[in-house]
């Protein structure tokens, strides 16, 4: 595990930004896997700026989404489907039919789980994963629970989580209370994995994460058992680090 403490945001978005070009200038035809929240906003334009600026071409590249919101259609602007076209991917030159985020309103939820997981399989898997962390250590939508859960799969949300990312909503009452997500084996199996971290309130977390033991109870503890990630942590969300 490679810990690299970033001096504020800015930094972390744009150490984060060089794995990313790096990966897509040594591989072209890429498989990344994206994360949604906060964390990454400023990793995304970065990247839409050195695609405008130099070039980087994502016109081979193929991207799956962590997870998305259960209930919610693709035009609402809190589902994870729009919130990737509006930051990132309408701004670069990736091809639409590349492009896979689970299914928000799959009547099939389970069928929806299993396609996914088969696509990932048939574009040769991911090669380069980003991953935020949630309050209570979750990675995509894996709540913290007794057992890891391997594959993509139906996830209730914690409330925690519900309370934490109803700041996107008009009230809390309009959180989804489901959510699709890949599972800790589909983001294990990612050849590389890069985990952001910023803000005070991760600290605590994260420190849990990184040296605590490896217990689905804390999801992310499970990166240590991971062969090539890199942390990035803004220096507020280091100092248990
Ligand atoms: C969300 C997402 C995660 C994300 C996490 C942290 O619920 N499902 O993929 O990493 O919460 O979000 P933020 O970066 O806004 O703190």
Redesign the pocket.
Known sequence: MRIVIAKDYEDMSARAARIVAGQIYLKPNSVLGM??????LLLYKELIKVHKEVGLDFSEIITFN??EYLGLPKEDEQSYYYYMFHHFFDHINIKKQNIYIPDGMAQEVEKECRDYDRSIHNMGGIDLQI?????NG????NEPDIKFEATTHKVKLDDE?IE??ARFFATIEEVPRF?I?MGIKTIMHAKKLVLLA??EN?AEVLYHALYGGITPEVPASILQLHQDVTVIIEESAAHLV
Do not use: C, E, M, V
């Open positions: 994360a949604t929240g906060s964390t990454p962590l997870d991953l935020g962390i949630g309050n979750h990675i995509g939508f989580t934490a990312n959510a997500s910023s803000g991760k």
